[in-house]
């Protein structure tokens, strides 16, 4: 399958942790990269492979992954967290990028 | 650091091409070994990878895509670019482009240019 499935969205009172996963059967061969949209804006990329993060990223940003599920934690949201997650890797055979459906997250 | 900008027509008959071209800045396309991508988004959806282009003129294309989709790259300019053709309405979307980032096990798109809406209407 050549899929990434999110949950539509999720909420997190501030200061709290949620965990955003993403889920396909390319996940166990591929890491998976995460990516940050809020609106009107270019996505941004917040973590790639096993659980790296580009200069200028937070640390409460981390990724993680377990057989078919990729999970991004966001680990005492704040604010300006809130926005559209989108999970990326590969199809099953190697060559062409997917993305996931993307998840929006509330911070209360 | 590298810089991306898409650039080309906003509007675009139905049945025509769709032509964009995306300008690095910053640093040499060539440099590095990095892929090239093109990605889009219709108005209130999620990302659609379209395709990649290696600087040796190597392309992967979006299965679903594939058929009206050309990529291509031309080093002298620092430039890649994409042309769709057969467009519909269901390709209006906000088109970017980004660097690709591939080893073995792992791709993450970085940066991204700012995007650029195309609206296909006649």
């Known amino acids: 399958s050549s899929e990434l499935t999110q949950d539509p969205a999720v909420s997190v009172a501030l200061g709290q942790t949620v965990r955003i996963t993403c889920q396909g059967d390319?996940?166990?061969?591929?890491?998976a990269s995460w990516y940050q949209q809020k609106p009107g804006q270019a996505p941004v990329l917040v973590i790639y492979?096993?659980?790296n993060r580009p200069s200028g990223i937070p640390d409460r940003f981390s990724g993680s992954s377990s057989g078919n599920t990729a999970s991004l934690t966001i680990t005492g949201a704040q604010a300006e967290d809130e926005a559209d997650y989108y999970c990326?890797?590969?199809?099953?055979?190697?060559?062409?990028?997917?993305f996931g459906t993307g998840t929006k997250v509330t911070v209360l | 650091q590298v810089q991306l900008q898409e650039s080309g027509p906003g509007l675009v008959k139905p049945s025509q091409t769709l032509s964009l071209t995306c300008t690095v800045s910053?640093?040499?396309?060539?440099?590095?070994?990095?892929?090239w991508s093109w990605i889009r988004q219709p108005a209130g959806k999620g990302l659609e990878w379209i395709g990649r282009?290696?600087?040796?003129?190597?392309?992967n294309y979006n299965p679903s895509l594939k058929s009206r989709v050309t990529i291509s790259v031309d080093t002298s300019k620092n430039q890649f670019s994409l042309k769709l053709s057969s467009v519909t309405a269901a390709d209006t979307a906000v088109y970017y482009c980004?660097?690709?980032?591939?080893?073995?096990?792992?791709?993450?798109?970085?940066?991204w240019g700012q995007g650029t809406l195309v609206t296909v209407s006649s």
């Open positions: 390319s996940l166990r061969s591929y890491y």
């Open positions: 910053g640093g040499s396309i060539s440099s590095g070994s990095y892929y």
């Open positions: 990326n890797s590969r199809d099953s055979s190697g060559n062409h990028g997917v």
């Open positions: 980004a660097r690709d980032a591939v080893t073995r096990r792992e791709n993450w798109f970085d940066p």
């Open positions: 492979g096993k659980n």
């Open positions: 282009i290696y600087t040796s003129g190597s392309t």
